[in-house]
């Protein structure tokens, strides 16, 4: 049981680093203009924000049952 829950840990690990990777902005638009935009995320970056918060909880049950069972 151990070696398939470390095994779905690192294929979670790295779909969360692609998600968050694809997620990425260009840095020029943090510290550009000095003027602070709000803008709401929508769409396809909405789907993967979403989908990187459901994986990030799946990731740290798997670490804590992971833990409770060695």
């Known amino acids: 049981m151990g070696l398939y829950l470390n095994v779905g840990q690192i294929l979670i690990s790295i779909t969360i680093i692609l998600l968050i990777l694809l997620q990425v902005k260009e840095s020029a638009g943090l ?40």
């Open 31 to 70: 510290f550009g203009s000095g003027g602070s935009t709000v803008r709401t995320r929508r769409g396809l970056e909405k789907t993967l924000f979403q989908f990187t918060i459901i994986l990030a909880a799946i990731f740290l049950g798997i670490s804590i049952l992971s833990v409770r069972l060695s």
